[in-house]
Structures are given as C-alpha cells and as structure tokens.
C-alpha cells in the first residue's frame, strides 16, 4: 500500500511551525503496513498545490493525504484548489452552516462570514466528518488513487485519520509490520553504530533506522515476520545491555517509576541549574506519587543553604557548582524526605556565568543511597536547553541504573 503524504502551508516552510502532522502520519501509517512513497511541503498557493499534486499522482500511489489549507481564511485555498484540480463543483451545505452557527452561539460568539468556505462541499466527491473542529475533509477517487483532504490542526487531523482514514485504508488487507523500536541512553550515535556493527552487518533481512535525540538513540527494527526482528533484537540486546533502557515509546521517567513501584523505592530531587526538570519530568508519569516523594529546586546560595541545608562554608570554599556541593544537596534531600534516593544537580546551564576552571556546561550530578553518596563530573556544551534536558536524562539514567543493580 503505496501512500504520498502533501503538507501544505506557508508557517510549515518557513519554519514557524514544526510539521509534526508528516511525522505522525508516516509513523502510524508504516506501522499498520503502509510504504511512504514520497512527502512534499508546498505553500498555500494554487499552482504549487496543483504540481505537488500531478508530481504525486505519477507514483501512482493508493492514497494521497494532504493536510492543512483548509481553514476560513483568505490564505486557506486548498478546499477550492483541490476542487478544481479534480475537475468538481462545490455546494454549500446550509445544514452544516447552521450547524456551525449553533456551535458559535453556545460560546457567545457570532460565526464570520468567513467561515461560510467551511460548509462548501464537493458535488463529486465525499465529505469527511471532523469529530473536534470545524474544517471537515474531502475524499476524492482518481482512477488507482484516492485523494484525501484533512484540516492542518494536529488534534484535528489524528481524530480524522483514527475514526476514518486508517480504517479505510485497512481495509484493504493491510499486513502490519513488525517493528520494534530500542531506546538507548548514555551512548551517542557514532559510537553506537560502531560498536553494533559486527551484528547490523550481517545478513539479517531487517531494515534498521536510528533516530537519535538528546535523550539517546532509538534503534527500530522492522520486517515482514517476527522472527528475524526477534533475533536482530536479541543480538542488539547482547552488545548493549543495561544502555537499553525500554522499547516502544516507555520513556525512562515510565521505567523509573515502574522499578520504584517493583521494588518499593522512593526518591527525592534537590536541582539548581535544571529547574525542577527531574522532578516535572517523573511527576509526568500516572502513580508517580508512589515512587516520587517530593522535590526542591535551589537556585541560589541562600536557597541551598536554607532549604536543603548546604553549609556555608561548603559554598563558600567550593562554589555553588561542585562536587561538594552537590553531594550534600543529595544527602540532604534524601534525609528530608525520607527517601531511598536522594538525587541532585547544580552546573552551570549558559550562555553565561561560566570562568576558566568552571565553563558553561560543567554539571555535577550527586545520588545519595542508604551506604552513601557519589557524584558525577559531566561536561556538556553552551546551550542552555540542551544543558538542563541533557543534565536530567543523565540523572535519570544513573538512578534507573541503581535501581537496576540494589
């Protein structure tokens, strides 16, 4: 099942707005079996529209789905563009207009004029019901390719795709892939491919995709059977070990919270330069009260010293951003809070504030247990979000990796 995806939208190339809805729809799609074909991003314009459209259609694809373009406003021409292109009148749908009149009217507000572009309907063609908003879709037949046409709006265009578009398309006796998809932490793109090498080069039969972040590198295995995807897995389990950290979309903060549950742990965050990062990111995840007892965050001196209890003559003699520092905020909060992990992160986040023998990016990361505390010196770059997202995941990590190993 061949399927050419058009985004359409002059934020999207201009970068003003990230196209989420393409990544969405390519991961879903090639989950239930589809091919990809090929993926184009036009501007809210007739002509490039209408070339992205007969460039497609020579793929000969079994479906085509644009999104965006179809709002009330003068810049959304896509509803009519497509009308045109495949050579069909419109109607208005005064049933529907109502409709949206009434909708209006329960919020207090009194429907544009504009938003009369929203109740024209193709007379060839069908119309694709929009569960939470109001642009509804379009669905054309074009010989071997179905044309579908959803809003721009992400909520709008995956309600549209899972009450109506997958279930279409599978109908046609789709046959889902089997794919699995290992989430690695703690070792960078090249270093990994390297080292799983010996065992990506051999002839396993499966396609393989790295998709790195700043939280690591998930590797996603897929193919036709089980089998080969079981082994290759397998096989990837045996050179990486504990960096695999789950599969799937579990993020390391699920995994956290499910060891915390399993062996009946709990934790506690004392954090400077990310913010609260560790304890928001744990507090994300559904019965983490169970796991997570509280948190502190101390940005300055007088904080650390009044809230978690870091002696003044701690900061004074080492810095806000040391090991010794960061060892008694572990300490500390994990007495506070009567907790089995106390875990702690003051460094310096960027652009500025950094010196010779302390630059931007130098963290400590401190994790205090019942025999003790350790500390870790990292070193990461200039950029501030990248510093407190990096600094989080590495802090998660080491406790994922304590609770693995206690």
Known sequence: MKIAILSIGNELLSGDTINTNA????????????D??????VPDKKIPISNALNQLIDLNPDFI???????????????????????????????????????????????????????????????????????????????????????GVPAEMKAMMTESIIPMIQEKGLIPKCIRTLRTTGIPESA????????????????????????????????ADLQPVDSLSKDLYGILGVSIYSEGKESIEEVIVQLGKEKNKTISTAESCTGGLIGHRLTEIP?????????????????????????????EGHGAVS?????????????????????????????TGGTKEKPVGLVYIGLAKNDGVK?????????????????????????????LND
């Open 192 to 223: 990994l491919i390297e080292k799983i090498a010996p065992v990506i080069e051999k002839d396993h039969g499966c396609d393989i995709g790295y998709y790195p972040s700043l939280f690591g590198v998930d590797v996603r295995i897929s193919h």
């Open 36 to 41: 990809i074909c090929q993926h184009i991003t």
């Open 375 to 403: 500390v870790k010196e990292f070193r990461f770059g200039n950029n501030r979000k990248r510093n407190k997202l990096r600094s989080s995941q590495v802090a998660l990590n080491w406790l994922r990796l304590s609770l």
């Open 65 to 151: 789905i644009c999104t965006g373009g179809l709002g009330p406003t003068e810049d959304d021409i896509t509803r009519q563009t497509l009308f045109d292109f495949v050579g069909t009148e419109s109607k208005f749908d005064e049933d529907y207009w109502q409709n949206l009149t009434e909708r209006f009217k329960r919020f207090g507000i009194q429907i544009p004029e504009s938003n009369r572009n929203q109740a024209l309907v193709p007379v060839d063609g069908n119309v694709i019901q929009n569960p939470v908003g109001s642009a509804r879709g379009s669905k054309f037949k074009m010989k071997d390719t179905t044309l579908i046409s959803l809003p």
């Open 23 to 34: 990544g969405w729809m390519g991961r879903i799609l090639t989950e239930i079996g589809c």
């Open 323 to 351: 090991a010794e520092t960061a060892e008694s905020m572990a300490y500390n909060v994990k007495n506070k809070f009567v907790s089995d992990y106390g875990i702690s992160v003051t460094g310096i986040a960027g652009p």
């Open 287 to 315: 019965g983490s009260s169970d796991v997570y007892k509280g948190g502190l965050v101390v940005y300055s001196n007088e904080s650390k010293i009044e809230m978690v209890g870091v002696g003044k003559g701690t900061l």
